[in-house]
T-cell receptor, first 111, second 115 residues
């Protein structure tokens, strides 16, 4: 049983560019959350998707957007990249209020 | 505001010694509490969780944690540290059934195990 799968694992982008990160949830999970983990920090909640809609949002600017597809997979898009967007982006999936399962993350470096 | 505080950003123990990682939460309603471990360049792995059942929770790899409402604490312990326990540990909280069910993380504690 595959867990949460994220792609790509590493990415290097230039300031001002746009990036799309992808997440496939654990089989049977219908809710996907995205977190940003800056170096030396705990993960910070970006947003959560359920039934293809954004259900909750953390304190992140509109440059961060997302999408959930009918198969529950999800994308995180970041526009107009800043150096400060460099971080590990983690996807977590869950079914209702069961435990969260995290992927291995996408390491984004903005230069 | 709901928050999690992890006392000690770095903890160093000798192999075979007791591991104690501290976590306190701030909340007026009973939360669910979690401990996650993160190895270098990897995602988060759930060690254990408290969901309002038994206050002493046993997890994987010999770890356990006790929920103490009076102290608003959920400290993580392991009787005997192993070299493979060296990693970063995160305490997290959420409030299921409410408006907010996101995970709120502490800043993490980096555990070093000395031979």
């Amino acid at each position: 049983d595959a867990g949460v799968t994220q792609s790509p694992t590493h990415l290097i982008k230039t300031r001002g560019q746009q990036v799309t990160l992808r997440c496939s949830p654990k089989s049977g999970h219908d809710t996907v959350s995205w977190y940003q983990q800056a170096l030396g920090q705990g993960p910070q909640f970006i947003f959560q998707y359920y039934e293809e809609e954004e259900r909750q949002r953390g304190n992140f600017p509109d440059r961060f957007s997302g999408h959930q597809f009918p198969n529950y997979s999800s994308e995180l898009n970041v526009n107009a990249l800043l150096l400060g967007d460099s971080a590990l982006y983690l996807c977590a999936s869950t079914l209702q209020e069961a435990g969260y399962t995290f992927g291995s993350g996408t390491r984004l470096t903005v230069v | 505001a709901q928050s999690v505080t992890q006392l000690g950003s770095h903890v160093s123990v000798s192999e075979g010694a007791l591991v104690l990682l501290r976590c306190n939460y701030s909340s007026s309603v009973p939360p669910y509490l979690f401990w996650y471990v993160q190895y270098p360049n990897q995602g988060l792995q759930l060690l254990l969780k408290y969901t309002s059942a038994a206050t002493l929770v046993k997890g994987i790899n010999g770890f356990e944690a006790e929920f103490k409402k009076s102290e608003t604490s959920f400290h993580l312990t392991k009787p005997s540290a192993h070299m493979s326990d060296a990693a970063e540990y995160f305490c997290a909280v959420n409030y299921p059934g409410g408006a907010t069910n996101k995970l709120i993380f502490g800043t993490g504690t980096l555990l070093a195990v000395q031979p």
